[in-house]
């Protein structure tokens, strides 16, 4: 399921709360944003502090709030992955629909149905990934947030911004273990 950005915050310094990074999402789509209007949508949340990680959900059945110890999260993740198939099949259905148009003696219409189904899938290729950001525990339990654009709120989180609250949790973790040592 893909989340879009809502706010986020990511600074080597913490805010007032203690938190380093705080990103707060919902679900994507047209339901979800009219939900968020009337403030029952369904939003996710990942907040990193100097000694925990807090997860949290909240849907319209329900709150799950998790708290991590810092010791106990093995490794941060971060990535991104591009949509192919879904780009393939818009091609491949426009591609049908241009094929079925030759049948009808529709050739212009048929090579410009073509084409824009080119257009189609190389757009949703290019502007429809999806970037990852997790925690995974020391027993095997991930907990991440999948996140794509939205034009709506206008929050984007890229590839550098991600690397960057990587290494924020990392000098986290680095001063843990300097404290212990």
């Known amino acids: 399921m893909a989340l879009v950005i809502k706010k986020w915050f990511a600074d080597v310094s913490p805010r007032e709360d ?3 990074v705080d990103i707060l999402a919902r679900e994507s789509g047209l339901i979800a944003w009219f939900l968020a209007l009337i403030r029952i949508d369904p939003t996710y ?3 990193i502090q100097y000694d925990k990680i807090f ?13 991590l110890p810092v010791a106990s999260v093995s490794s941060v993740f971060f990535g991104y992955s ?5 780009a393939l099949f818009w091609f491949l259905l ?22 824009v189904g080119i257009l189609v899938g190389v757009l949703v290729f290019i502007f429809n990934r999806e970037l990852t950001l997790g925690v995974k525990e020391q027993d095997g339990e991930i907990y991440d947030l999948q996140c ?11 590839e550098e911004s991600l690397e960057r609250i990587t290494l924020i949790f990392i000098a986290i973790v680095d001063a843990h273990k ?4």
């Open 178 to 181: 300097a404290a212990k040592g």
């Open 82 to 86: 591009r949509p192919w198939k879904l």
């Open 18 to 20: 203690g938190s380093y």
């Open 55 to 67: 997860y949290e959900s909240r849907s319209l059945f329900g709150y799950k709030k998790i708290a």
């Open 94 to 115: 426009f591609a049908a629909v241009a094929y079925l148009l030759t049948q009808f003696d529709q050739t212009i219409w048929s090579f410009v149905l073509f084409l």
């Open 45 to 47: 949340s990942l907040k």
């Open 148 to 158: 794509t654009r939205s034009f709506i709120e206008n929050q984007e989180i890229n």
